[in-house]
């Protein structure tokens, strides 16, 4: 990866996906690996303006739900922290932070 921007991105989205998964498991539930990518994907489908589906009828479904609410709301704190060259309003998705970035390593299991 080329840009570091990215990267941070994906770390971070990362430890909101492991804390949820954190919490889910103290309430005796299991994400799944489709069930994580589903959920990635309906956030950047809402990311891009569309409205996908999101069932939340059961507690399983409303932890998953949840966790696109997390994942959008990450993703619009990182952005917000990112301004354009002329330091006024938003950057868009592929600028780079103003201020570096330091990454972390996190390690999170995903069971199938």
Not at 6 to 17: D, H, N, P, R, S
């Amino acid at each position: 990866m080329k840009d570091p921007f990215f990267g941070y991105l994906m770390v971070a989205i990362e430890k909101v996906i492991a804390q949820a998964d954190t919490e889910a498991k103290e309430r005796s539930r299991q994400f799944t690996d489709s069930q994580v990518r589903s959920t990635l994907i309906k956030a950047i489908k809402t990311a891009k303006g569309e409205k996908p589906a999101i069932p939340a009828g059961s507690e399983h479904e409303r932890l998953l739900a949840g966790l696109i609410t997390r994942i959008l709301r990450k993703r619009e704190d990182i952005l917000t922290r990112v301004v354009d060259e002329d330091g006024n309003g938003h950057a868009e998705d592929n600028e780079r932070p103003d201020e570096p970035v330091q990454l972390t390593t996190l390690t999170c299991t995903i069971r199938v």
